[in-house]
């Protein structure tokens, strides 16, 4: 069994993914060829937003995001701890400090309640909630990076607000969220800028990296679409801005192009294979947590995540998972604040009891579009059972 099978999705769309390999081929523009265009257009309309700006990977997109923004040595940026290490490294490279910021226990996205404490606590210069211990009352407090783990939004009303009283930015790190929804609005337009990435074993992946920013604003779209492309300017050799090479392969862009044809229709398989298991797994008899996902959104399930009892049971399940060929992953074993690349920072354990705990009983299950009824019964009776 694959965890993510993405040799079923390229059997049923290989002749379009060859087709469009054999015109990029053709027309011979492997940088910024036209195919690029069409995804940032059909994407960015998709989303609902009047600007797609595709670039390297997920990583680049958060890069350049925080680029657009001019964030800097001295500027703290609040994120999450549960989540891949691309969020709160991207703020470091710029020189800025990640303020960590724990997550609700139902939905692994960032706490509101949590995140005004901390805001209120560094502006403060407070103890009133964990912070980095470097030069904490020199740093000036300048947006938020709101993860949407696991294909499910943060509650980005909340969240918004929270930055519109303390005039910090927000940024949705969508690199899990392309296709979902929250209260009628796509994943990617929730915030000044949304961003993905298109990672293989992303719900839109490619075959290599890839990501994407989105914005409503002009303004930051020009910045980001300049900084991806070494600063450009009106031309190619203006730079008027130090920038990075960020910019999509136009290969990259015909594939996504030929997966985006299929990809309204895995999402509503997504769908079914996250209900099927929710029912076979949900009633707390099996001694494990499904997933929870608020009313208002739905979840694009880029991961099907449960919670075990704790870390013996978790390793007692993955060995049966294990033992019948099925593979299963954890995201993430470790919270970013008790990294080593972080521990300059003086976090310490204790300090997010939350992604803490999360961290030592959360395993992911096989999901994909194309996974079969059958095999999520026999996973579910391994749970269960043995």
Known sequence: MQFIDLAAQQKLIRDKIEANIQAVLAH?????????????????????????????????????????????PGDAVFTSPFTFIATAEVISLLGATPVFVDIDP????????????????????????????????????????????????????????????YGLFVIEDGAQSFGALYKGRRACSLASIGCTSFFPAKPLGCYGDGGMCFTDDTDLAEAMRSLSIHGQGSHKYENVRIGING???????????????????EVDLRQEAALRYNKLLSGGQNGISTPQVPSCMQS????????????????????????????TAIYYPRPLHLQPAFQDLGYKEGDFPVSEDCSQRIMSLPMHPYLRAEDQEHIAQLIAHG
């Open 247 to 265: 910019r999509l392969d136009t290969l990259q862009a015909a594939i996504l192009n030929a997966k985006f044809d299929v990809f309204s229709k």
């Open 106 to 165: 139902h939905t692994f996205n960032l706490d509101p309640e949590h995140l005004e404490r901390a805001v209120t606590a560094l502006s403060k210069s407070s103890s009133g909630y964990p912070l980095p211990r470097a030069e904490m009352s020199r740093l000036t407090p300048r947006g938020i990076i709101a993860v949407d783990l696991f294909g499910l939004p943060a509650d980005y009303d909340a969240i918004n607000a929270i930055a519109r009283k």
């Open 300 to 327: 694009v399930w880029a991961q099907y995540s449960i919670l075990t009892k704790g870390g013996n049971h978790r390793t007692e399940i993955q060995g049966r998972l294990k033992d019948a060929g099925i593979p």
């Open 28 to 72: 011979g523009r492997y940088i910024m060829g036209p195919e690029i265009k069409e995804l940032e257009k059909r994407l960015s309309e998709f989303v609902g937003v009047e600007n797609g700006i595709a670039c390297s990977s997920g990583t680049d997109a958060l890069l350049l995001a925080l680029m657009a923004y001019e964030v800097g």
